[in-house]
């Protein structure tokens, strides 16, 4: 069988690995397993990046064709897909790893992606309000998820939001602040202190 790379719709490559029939199974070999396993968080990482994806459901195993991780859980040319034990598996190993947090808390059957570290999403989302001009403007977190232009920050939940805005109010470029629709964040220039 030829194992090669493959460009999906969305325009990701695929490594070749995702062509092999194995890689879809839990491996009776630990170590065998464990490599896989090693291989499946950075291309789910790597996907979940290229697509702005944050949450990755066991469920997402599941969905029929068409699904958002449709073309990177399933194989049609091989007539494989992830079963949601691996995928639950995989999860389990992402978050022992600190590379994905359980959310909401308490559960295992969805995750929350860290493609990026909450320093980079700080770096991220200061420039952002740089760029955009919203400097010394108090935004709502919704207000920085779903901007009037699509941005790297399109989307993104309040548990990744919040880690960045800590950082940087420890280094005095933004304040979070408690207003009447719940939290909101002021931005300052990088030379506030």
């Not at 991780?69 to 079963?83: C, F, G, M």
């Not at 200061?126 to 919704?142: D, R, S, V």
């Not at 399109?154 to 940087?168: D, E, K, N, Y």
């Amino acid at each position: 069988m030829n194992f090669s790379a493959h460009r999906t719709t969305t325009g990701f490559l695929l490594p070749s690995i995702h062509s092999a029939p194995p890689f879809y199974t839990q491996q009776p070999n630990a170590a065998t397993q464990a490599v896989f396993t090693e291989h499946w968080t950075r291309l789910l990482l790597a996907y979940a990046r290229h697509r702005g994806l944050f949450v990755l459901r066991v469920e997402d195993a599941e969905v029929s064709a068409g699904g958002e991780w449709d073309e990177v859980l399933r194989n049609p040319r091989i007539n494989r897909r992830v079963k949601p034990e691996l995928l639950s598996h995989i999860l389990d190993a992402m978050v022992g790893k600190s590379l994905a947090a359980y959310e909401p808390a308490g559960q295992t059957r969805a995750a929350l992606l860290h493609w990026r570290l909450p320093e980079e999403w700080a770096e991220v989302l200061h420039e952002w309000a740089t760029k955009t001009g919203q400097l010394n403007t108090i935004l709502t977190f919704y207000e920085i998820s779903d901007p009037p232009d699509p941005s790297a920050l399109s989307g993104i939940p309040g548990a990744l939001l919040r880690p960045a805005i800590a950082i940087l109010a420890k280094s005095g470029r933004a304040q979070l602040i408690s207003i009447s629709d719940g939290d909101g964040v002021r931005f300052f220039p990088r030379s506030a202190k």
